[in-house]
């Protein structure tokens, strides 16, 4: 046989999946189109000025006043990394609330810098007690406390409230991972007192993967003035970063034009919609989504409605259904993608994301109808149509308008 390298490499035609993985999901082909324009320089003064423009955009989706906001160039983990780098010395002691793979992401960073990281643990699925946070930190100098707002592994949310009260008893600062929730469900960095707060371009912001939007607070930024050593990552030190994405626009390393491009039109397409309106439709597309698949006998992996995060649901494999299988015969004759599980869910979950320009009706009603076969013909078995007529009132019920005071 040929090896691939002799044979004419043909042209790239990706197939036209339907995105519903805990990220990325579906790009809108307006965002596709602002890719598509010619590239500049990143000193160019046309540039510059459009960076102001993507700033202005992520503080309102952040909703935040804060000056040092601009998007990392990097995945989301490069989010987590600067979030946690910057703030820690080697030796500080922080806290970090884990209860899922990325949670344990920013424990092991800080691990690394080295500090000294108390892990507030519980099984994937649970929320952290924000009282065992405050018991575990009580006596110590806790420099930050971090948690990850959506847990994506587990289909978890967690209400930051309670943690930045908690951060206040322990005079720590508050770090959040929002990749998985910022543009899809409700997040007031200022509102909520957030210190350090990152996303991911390819979630609910729905542009390609790439980029990590952060923002710092004026005490988050006055913390990595006061540092004695250079934070150490020379990448990801927001200090010299800044440089650039702040006023002064200095060279600090060459960023990916084009996804400034997308972020600018995806976060374009966020804020015409309104983040209300955004968060909304987030919601009822993932309470049809749930309908659906209790419908179909399925039973959530988080079981109380209140800790279930609206942007990836997670879902038990109904026993007797293999894995693989199921979510290749997904993905060959529906052209959709969903997720397994990750560490100890792994063969055990299924998690399905709805965020940005994936989280539409029709991609929910879809996907239901899609499920329903693959599992039937995996040997499941479910009331046919049962999934799709749940959802379908599901809908109905969300759209009809609340009879104020009128029942009980
Ligand atoms: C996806 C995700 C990350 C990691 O983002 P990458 O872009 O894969 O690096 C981190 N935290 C959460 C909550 C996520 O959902």
Redesign the pocket.
């Known amino acids: 046989m040929n090896s691939p390298r002799e044979e004419t490499i043909g042209e790239l035609l990706p197939p036209d999946r339907l995105m519903l993985t805990?990220?990325p999901s579906s790009v809108d082909p307006r965002v596709y189109r602002a890719m598509a324009a010619p590239i500049v320089g990143h000193m160019d003064p046309w540039f510059t000025h459009m960076m102001d423009d993507v700033q202005a955009q992520l503080r309102r989706v952040f909703q935040t006043k804060n000056h040092l906001t601009f998007p990392i160039s990097?995945?989301?983990?490069?989010?987590?990394e600067a979030a946690v780098m910057n703030p820690l010395d080697a030796g500080d002691e922080c806290i970090v609330c884990v209860n899922g793979a990325?949670s344990e992401?920013m424990a092991i960073i800080a691990e690394r810098i080295p500090a000294k990281v108390i892990r507030v643990e519980v099984p994937y699925g649970r929320t952290v007690d924000p009282a065992d946070v405050l018991r575990a930190g009580r006596g110590r100098r806790i420099k930050l406390v971090g948690l990850?707002?959506?847990?994506?592994?587990s289909g978890i949310v967690q209400r930051i409230g309670d943690y930045r009260r908690v951060a206040d008893e322990l005079g720590a600062l508050l770090v959040v991972?929002?990749?998985?929730?910022l543009a899809g469900v409700p997040l007031d960095v200022d509102g909520e007192r957030i210190d350090f707060c990152f996303s991911?371009s390819?979630?609910a912001i729905s542009a390609p993967?790439g980029m990590?939007p952060i923002t710092v607070s004026q005490r988050g930024e006055q913390t990595i003035e006061a540092r004695k050593e250079p934070v150490r990552s020379w990448y990801f030190d927001l200090s010299t970063a800044m440089n650039y994405w702040g006023k002064d626009r200095l060279y600090h390393h060459t960023p990916p034009i084009t996804l400034i491009y997308a972020m600018r039109e995806a976060l374009r397409a966020v804020l015409e919609e309104g983040l209300e309106a955004r968060w909304e439709r987030h919601r009822t597309n993932q309470q049809a989504l749930v309908s659906g698949l209790e419908a179909m006998g399925l039973k959530l992996f988080v079981s109380d409605p209140a800790d279930r995060l609206i942007t990836?649901t997670a879902v038990n494999i109904p026993a007797g259904i293999e894995d693989p299988p199921a979510r290749k015969q997904l993905l060959e004759e529906f052209n959709i993608e969903i997720a397994g599980g990750l560490g100890p869910l792994k063969g055990k979950i299924w998690r399905i994301g709805l965020m940005g320009y994936s989280c539409q009706e029709r991609n929910v009603l879809l996907f239901l109808a899609a499920l329903e076969k693959t599992l039937s013909d995996q040997g499941f078995r479910l009331p046919a149509g049962a999934a799709t007529a749940a959802a379908l009132a599901s809908y109905k019920q969300a759209r009809q308008p609340a009879l104020a005071g009128a029942r009980k």
């Open positions: 805990p990220g990097a995945s989301g983990s490069g989010g987590i990325f992401r990850t707002h959506g847990e994506t592994s991972d929002a990749v998985a929730t991911g390819q979630k993967p990590a990836v």
